[in-house]
C-alpha cells in the first residue's frame, strides 16, 4: 500500500493516478491533511499490524510540514521498527532540503516532483 | 726702566686688562641675546672685526653627519653688510690650520703662514693667522678662524679673547642647538598628533587647571581670560552621562595611581566628537617634581562613524539578501510547484485513453494550473522590478498622490464595488522609495476591495498621522476579516491563504512586509473573522 501525505490535490491526484497506471489495482491512499494521515495511520497500524506501506511525504504544507509530520510518525512508529518507510516527494530542488532527508533512518529516497508512471516503475522494488 | 716707566707699563696693562674685559664682555653680551646659531655666529664675526680689528673672520661648524666642518659665517671688513654664504668652504678634519686645531681641540696663533707646510690659500694669501676652536667639555662645536696679511699680526690678547668669546658661545650654540632639535621634534610631533588625530594635555596642579592645545581650548571655552580650563568649565564640554566617567577616572588615578583610557564625548564648537583620553603611565615620566601630569587624547568621531556606517551598510546588505533569498525560496517553490503539476499532468494523459474519464478533469487542471503560473510570474516581476528600483534614494511622497495613483489603477474593481473611503492625511507625508510605497497602497486596496463581504457596504478608513520618529499608517476596512492579533504575523507569511474561496496566490502581503521592513518600518494586523481587518504600518520618518 502507498500513503501519499500532500497538501497540493492536483500533485497528490497525479501521483495516485500515475500508480494506478503503473500497477493497476495497487492500493492507495491520499491525505491532503498530515494532521489526519497521522490520526489514520495510528489507527491502521493498530489495525492492521502486519501491513507496511510506503510513505510519499511532500515538504511543503501549511500547518504541519513534512518534516514535522515525520517527526511525528516517528513517535507513533519508532525509526527502529523498521516499517513505514518513506520517500519525500516534493517539488523543492533545494538542496538543503536533500541533506536534511539523508538524516531520516525512516526516509529511502528523495523524489522530485512530478511523480510519474515512470518514479511508480522506479520505486515498484520498494513495495510489498 | 725706572720705576716711573715701569708704572706706567703697569698701568698700560691694567688699562689693557680692562678694555679687554670690556670687549669679551661687550661681545659674549651681544652674542648671548641672538636668539638662533646664525645669529649668534654672525655677531661673534661682526664684532671681531668692529672690536678687535680683525680684517677677516671665519667661522666652522662642525658636522656630526659629515664629520666635516662647513664655514657658517664670513666676514671681511671691507664687506659692509652680512651674506649668505653659497658655497661653503668645507674642510675635514685635520685639513689646514683650521683642521689641526679642530683635530686637537687647542687655539692657535700661527705668527708666519708661509713657513707653516698646513696653511691653505683661500682667496689670498695672507701671513698670519688665528684659529680658536670651540668646544663644550669634549665635544667639538666649530673654530674660530681669521687671516691677517702682516706676520705676527695676533697678539696674546686676541688669543685669549677669542677663546673666552668661544668657551662662553660654545654654551650658547650648544643650547640653540638643543632647542632647534627640539622645536624639529616638537613640530614632527604635532604633525603626527594631527595626521592620527590626536593631541596632548597637561594636569598642571599648581592651579588645578587642565591645558589643551589654544586652538581646542578656544573652541571650549569662549571668551577665555586666560589659558587652561578648570575641571568645571571643561566638565561643561561634556556629554552630561560623560561627566561622572571622566570624574571617577580621574579619581582613581589620583588615589590609586591607575591611568586607564577613558571615553568622553566632547562638544566642539557645538559638534560632539568622541574622545579617547589617557593620562599618562607614571612608568613613562616622573611628574611629581614638576607638578604637571601629561596626558594624550585620540579623536575616534571619523572611525566611529565609519564603524556606524560599516554597521548600516551591513544591515543593509543583510536585507537585501533576506530579501533576495526570499523570491528564491518563491521561485524555487511556489513557481516549481504548478510547473511539476503541469508536467506531470501532461506526462499522465500519455498513459491515459483518449475516451478516459480522468481527461476532461485534467485537461480543466492544466487550464487553471497555466493561469496561476502567469498570475505568480506577474507577482514576481512587479516585486523584482520594485527591487531594482531601489538604487533609487528614498524621497518624500505625499500620501494624497499614492492614494490617487491606486485607486486610478483599481477604478474596474472600484467602479464594480463602489467602496466608501474614508481618507485622512494627518500626516501628508511618507518617506519612503516611491515604487514601494505605490505597491504597498496598491496591496492593501487590491486586497480590501478581493476580500470585502459582499452582504454589506464596504467601508475603508484610511488615517495617517505622524508622532516624534514615525509616520504611521492606519487601514483599516469592514471585509471578511481574519482572527489576528498585532503580535500575529502570519498573515505575511510566505504563500499564506487564509481565503481558500477568493483567488489569491498569497504573496501580496508577504511582498509588502518584506518592502516595509526594507525601508526600515513595521506592519502589523489586527482583525476578526467576519468583521474586518485593520492594517497598521510605522515608517521612519527621516
Not at chain 2, 552621562?241 to 557645538?270: C, H, M
Amino acid at each position: 500500500m502507498i500513503i501519499i501525505i500532500d497538501d497540493d490535490p492536483i500533485s497528490s491526484k497525479i501521483a495516485a493516478l500515475s500508480i494506478k497506471k503503473g500497477i493497476p489495482d495497487y492500493p492507495c491512499l491520499i491525505f491532503n491533511n498530515p494532521k489526519v494521515a497521522l490520526k489514520d495511520i495510528e489507527e491502521l497500524k493498530s489495525k492492521e499490524p502486519k501491513i507496511n506501506p510506503l510513505l510519499l511525504i511532500d515538504i511543503n504544507m501549511p500547518e504541519m510540514n513534512g518534516w514535522e509530520f515525520i517527526e511525528a510518525l516517528n513517535v507513533l512508529i519508532p525509526e527502529s521498527e523498521n516499517r513505514y518507510k518513506g520517500m519525500i516527494l516534493s517539488s523543492s530542488v533545494d538542496p538543503a532540503d536533500i541533506e536534511k532527508a539523508k538524516t531520516y533512518q525512516r526516509i529511502i529516497q528523495f523524489l522530485t516532483k512530478p511523480f510519474t508512471v515512470e518514479t511508480t516503475l522506479q520505486i515498484k522494488q520498494y513495495l510489498v | 726702566m725706572s720705576s716711573e716707566e715701569k708704572i706706567a707699563l703697569l698701568e698700560k696693562q691694567i688699562q689693557e686688562s680692562q678694555e679687554t674685559k670690556e670687549t669679551i664682555l661687550f661681545i659674549v653680551s651681544s652674542v648671548l641675546s641672538q636668539n638662533t646659531i646664525k645669529d649668534v655666529l654672525w655677531q661673534i664675526v661682526d664684532n671681531c672685526i668692529k672690536k678687535l680689528g680683525f680684517t677677516d673672520c671665519v667661522i666652522y661648524l662642525y658636522q656630526e653627519a659629515s664629520q666635516c666642518l662647513i664655514q657658517s659665517a664670513a666676514l671681511e671688513n671691507k664687506t659692509i653688510s652680512f651674506q649668505e654664504i653659497n658655497n661653503p668652504i668645507k674642510l675635514q678634519i685635520g685639513e689646514g690650520i683650521v683642521g689641526s686645531v679642530a683635530q686637537i681641540k687647542k687655539a692657535e696663533v700661527v705668527n708666519d703662514t708661509s713657513i707653516d707646510p698646513r696653511y691653505i690659500v683661500d682667496d689670498a694669501s695672507r701671513l698670519s693667522e688665528i684659529a680658536v676652536p670651540i668646544v663644550l667639555g669634549d665635544k667639538l662645536i666649530g673654530v674660530i678662524d681669521s687671516e691677517h696679511p702682516d706676520k705676527n699680526f695676533y697678539t696674546q690678547r686676541h688669543l685669549e679673547i677669542l677663546s673666552t668669546i668661544a668657551s662662553l658661545c660654545a654654551f650658547k650654540i650648544d643650547s640653540l642647538y638643543t632647542m632647534e632639535k627640539m622645536q624639529r621634534v616638537n613640530a614632527q610631533l604635532r604633525i603626527a598628533q594631527k595626521i592620527a588625530q590626536m593631541g596632548s594635555w597637561e594636569f598642571h596642579t599648581s592651579t588645578g587647571k587642565l591645558h589643551f592645545h589654544q586652538r581646542v581650548e578656544d573652541m571650549m571655552v569662549k571668551p577665555r581670560p586666560e589659558p587652561g580650563l578648570t575641571f568645571d568649565e571643561f566638565e561643561a564640554n561634556l556629554h552630561p552621562s560623560d561627566a561622572k566617567t571622566f570624574r571617577d577616572n580621574w579619581k582613581r588615578f589620583v588615589e590609586q595611581d591607575i591611568a586607564e583610557p577613558g571615553y568622553i564625548r566632547i562638544l566642539l564648537n557645538g559638534h560632539q566628537r568622541d574622545i579617547l583620553w589617557r593620562i599618562a603611565d607614571k612608568k613613562y615620566i616622573e611628574f611629581d617634581k614638576s607638578g604637571i601630569i601629561p596626558g594624550v587624547f585620540l579623536d575616534i568621531t571619523d572611525i566611529r562613524n565609519l564603524e556606524k556606517e560599516k554597521g548600516h551598510l551591513v544591515l543593509e546588505l543583510t536585507k537585501r539578501n533576506q530579501a533576495l533569498s526570499q523570491f528564491n525560496k518563491i521561485i524555487s517553490h511556489n513557481l516549481r510547484a504548478p510547473v511539476a503539476n503541469i508536467i506531470g499532468i501532461l506526462q499522465l494523459m500519455e498513459h491515459l485513453e483518449s475516451e478516459d474519464e480522468e481527461r476532461p478533469a485534467l485537461q480543466q487542471e492544466l487550464t487553471h494550473l497555466a493561469a496561476g503560473v502567469d498570475g505568480i510570474i506577474k507577482d514576481l516581476n512587479g516585486a523584482l522590478s520594485h527591487n531594482i528600483e531601489i538604487n533609487e534614494a528614498k524621497s518624500k511622497i505625499a500620501f494624497a498622490d499614492i492614494f490617487q495613483t491606486n485607486v486610478d489603477l483599481l477604478s474596474s474593481a472600484i467602479k464594480e464595488v463602489h467602496p466608501i473611503l474614508n481618507i485622512q492625511c494627518k500626516a501628508e507625508f511618507a518617506f519612503g522609495f516611491p515604487a514601494y510605497l505605490n505597491s504597498i497602497f496598491y496591496n492593501l486596496l487590491a486586497n480590501a476591495l478581493k476580500y470585502r463581504d459582499s452582504n454589506r457596504q464596504l467601508i475603508i478608513d484610511i488615517e495617517t498621522f505622524t508622532d516624534v520618529n514615525h509616520v504611521h499608517v492606519v487601514f483599516k476596512d469592514n471585509g471578511r476579516g481574519i482572527n489576528s492579533s498585532p503580535s500575529d504575523d502570519k498573515i505575511f507569511g510566505l504563500y499564506t491563504r487564509f481565503h481558500k474561496e477568493i483567488e489569491g496566490r498569497g504573496l501580496g502581503l508577504f511582498i509588502t512586509k518584506q518592502q516595509i521592513a526594507f525601508m526600515g518600518g513595521t506592519i502589523s494586523a489586527e482583525g476578526v473573522e467576519g468583521e474586518g481587518l485593520t492594517i497598521r504600518i510605522q515608517l521612519p520618518k527621516m
